[in-house]
């Protein structure tokens, strides 16, 4: 079965510190791979995804992720922190072809906390 | 252009009363999914259509809950005899085209059910 693993509940920066927020994944087959973040009291924005291609993958606001096959990671990164960027921020994985690959699995979310 | 949209936006039911969740997709997506996000949590998947047809719903936790999306467009969660432990955020969340693993969801602001 598809899992997402998130290790870190929290992380904090200083604004204008470039920023990690760590994700592994488990699949079978190829890897789908989504970031999405969540503000207070709103639905989920989507950031980047991952399908083929180009390891490094560029999104919105700024943001940009990693895939890594043999590390089975996709860490999301931006080079300098904003206040803005506070949020709970989720890494999602998309279902195999055997077990309804439409569905998204996601992560347990981590909380950014960027200082000024 | 307009975004997915859910209401109402907060729900407050007591114990064993049913409830009903709408759904309005972005206009021309095929496929429409709901998630439960319990507190502190990542959501979870409930169920899928494509158009009206209801291809997986392998997430409902039972029997009291309910989807439909008679038109292919607006969608119902009903959640029967409801219970203090369906208390989460429903989110809903749509996208254009079917089967198609690189297709982006994108999501509601969330209805915020609590069973009291």
């Known amino acids: 079965a598809q899992s997402v693993a998130q290790p870190e509940d929290q992380v904090n920066v200083a604004e204008g510190n470039p920023l990690t927020v760590k994700c592994t994944y488990s699949?079978?087959?190829?890897?789908?791979l989504f970031w999405y973040v969540q503000y207070p009291n709103r639905g989920l924005q989507f950031l980047l995804k991952?399908?083929?291609?180009?390891?490094l993958v560029k999104g919105s606001y700024g943001f940009e992720a990693e895939f890594n096959k043999s590390q089975t990671s996709f860490h999301l990164k931006k080079p300098s922190a904003l206040v803005s960027d506070s949020a709970l921020y989720f890494c999602?994985?998309?279902?195999?072809?055997?077990?309804?690959?439409?569905?998204?699995?996601f992560g347990t979310g981590t909380r950014l906390l960027v200082s000024p | 252009g307009a975004g997915v949209s859910q209401s109402p936006r907060y729900k407050v039911a007591k114990r064993g009363q049913d409830v009903a969740l709408r759904c309005d997709p972005i206009?021309?997506?095929?496929?429409l999914f709901w998630y439960q996000q319990a507190l502190g949590q990542g959501p979870e998947f409930l169920t899928y259509?494509?158009?009206?047809?209801?291809?997986?719903k392998s997430g409902l936790p039972s029997d009291r809950f309910f989807a439909e999306r008679p038109e292919g467009s607006v969608s119902t969660l009903k959640i029967q005899r409801t219970q203090q432990e369906d208390s989460a955020v429903y989110l809903c969340?749509?996208?254009?085209?079917?089967?198609?693993?690189?297709?982006?969801?994108?999501f509601g602001p969330g209805t915020r059910l609590t069973v009291l």
């Open positions: 969340a749509s996208s254009f085209h079917r089967d198609r693993v690189a297709d982006t969801q994108y």
């Open positions: 699949v079978s087959g190829n890897p789908y």
């Open positions: 991952y399908i083929t291609g180009d390891n």
């Open positions: 999602a994985v998309r279902g195999g072809m055997n077990t309804g690959f439409q569905k998204l699995v």
């Open positions: 206009s021309g997506h095929v496929s």
């Open positions: 259509f494509q158009n009206e047809a209801q291809l997986d």
